[in-house]
Nanobody
Framework: QVRLVESGGGLVQAGGSLRLSCAASVRRFSSYAMGWYRQASGKQRELVASVYLDGSTTYVDSVKGRFTISRDNAKNTVYLQMNSLKPEDTGVYYC????????WGQGTLVTVSS
C-alpha cells in the first residue's frame, strides 16, 4: 500500500523560503517519476514540479527559477526547495507519482503573506 507523507509547510513572508519533504512508501521508488502538486483554495490541483528517473526536472512556468525539485532514492524521499516565495504560491502541496498517481497524502499547507 502506497503512503505519501508531506512535511515542511508553514507561514512565510513574501520573498522567503521553505523546503518541503515527502516520504514515500512506494515499491521501486526509483522507477517512477515523482512530482509536487499544488492546490490553491478554489482551484484545481496542478503539477508544479517533476523529477524523472534520469534526474531531469520540469517546472510550471510560474515557479521556474524559484523552485527546485530533487529526490533521494536511498531514502525514498522527494524534496521541493522553494525560494522567493510569492503570495500566489499559497496552497496545499502534495507529492505523488507523475502519472498514474497513487492515493493522495494529507499534503502540507504553505501560506505566503504579502
Amino acid at each position: 500500500q502506497v503512503r505519501l507523507v508531506e512535511s515542511g509547510g508553514g507561514l512565510v513572508q513574501a520573498g522567503g523560503s521553505l523546503r518541503l519533504s515527502c516520504a514515500a512508501s512506494v515499491r521501486r521508488f526509483s522507477s517512477y517519476a515523482m512530482g509536487w502538486y499544488r492546490q490553491a483554495s478554489g482551484k484545481q490541483r496542478e503539477l508544479v514540479a517533476s523529477v524523472y528517473l534520469d534526474g531531469s526536472t520540469t517546472y510550471v512556468d510560474s515557479v521556474k527559477g524559484r523552485f527546485t525539485i530533487s529526490r533521494d532514492n536511498a531514502k525514498n524521499t522527494v524534496y521541493l526547495q522553494m525560494n522567493s516565495l510569492k503570495p500566489e504560491d499559497t496552497g496545499v502541496y502534495y507529492c505523488n507519482k507523475v502519472a498514474p498517481v497513487e492515493a493522495w497524502g494529507q499534503g502540507t499547507l504553505v501560506t505566503v503573506s504579502s
